[in-house]
C-alpha cells in the first residue's frame, strides 16, 4: 500500500514562498505519476502539477511560471516549490499517486490516482 505524508503547508503574505513536502513510501513500480491537488472551501478539488517518474512534468495554467514540481527519487519525497504566492492559491494541498504515467509530450494525460495524503493547509493572505 501506497502511504503519502504532506508537510510545509503555512500561512504567507502574498508574493511569499512555501515549499510543499510529501514523503512515499510503499511505492511497488518503476513506472508512476505523482501529482499535487488542492481544494479551496467551495471548489472541486483541482490538479495544480503532476510529475512522472521519468522526470516530465505538467502544471495548471494558473501556476506555470510559478511552482515547480520534483521529485527526490532516492528518498522518495515530492516537492512543490511555490514562489510568488497569490490570494487565489489558498486551499489544502493533497499528494497523489498513481501507477500509470500521467504526463506525455507535456500533456496531462491522466487523472486517475489510486491513493491520497491527508492534506497539508496553505493561506496566502495580508
Known amino acids: 500500500q501506497v502511504r503519502l505524508t504532506e508537510s510545509g503547508g503555512g500561512a504567507v503574505q502574498p508574493g511569499g514562498s512555501l515549499r510543499l513536502s510529501c514523503a512515499a513510501s510503499g511505492i511497488p513500480y518503476r513506472s508512476y505519476c505523482l501529482t499535487w491537488y488542492r481544494q479551496a472551501p467551495g471548489n472541486e478539488r483541482e490538479g495544480v502539477a503532476a510529475?512522472?517518474?521519468?522526470?516530465?512534468?505538467v502544471y495548471v495554467d494558473s501556476v506555470v511560471g510559478r511552482f515547480t514540481i520534483s521529485e527526490d527519487s532516492a528518498k522518495n519525497i515530492l516537492y512543490l516549490q511555490m514562489n510568488s504566492l497569490k490570494p487565489e492559491d489558498t486551499a489544502m494541498y493533497y499528494c497523489?499517486?498513481?501507477?500509470?504515467?500521467?504526463?506525455?509530450?507535456?500533456?496531462?494525460?491522466?487523472?486517475?490516482?489510486?491513493?491520497w495524503g491527508q492534506g497539508t493547509q496553505v493561506t496566502v493572505s495580508s
Open positions: 510529475i512522472n517518474s521519468d522526470g516530465s512534468a
Open positions: 497523489g499517486f498513481s501507477a500509470l504515467a500521467c504526463v506525455e509530450d507535456g500533456i496531462w494525460t491522466s487523472y486517475e490516482f489510486t491513493d
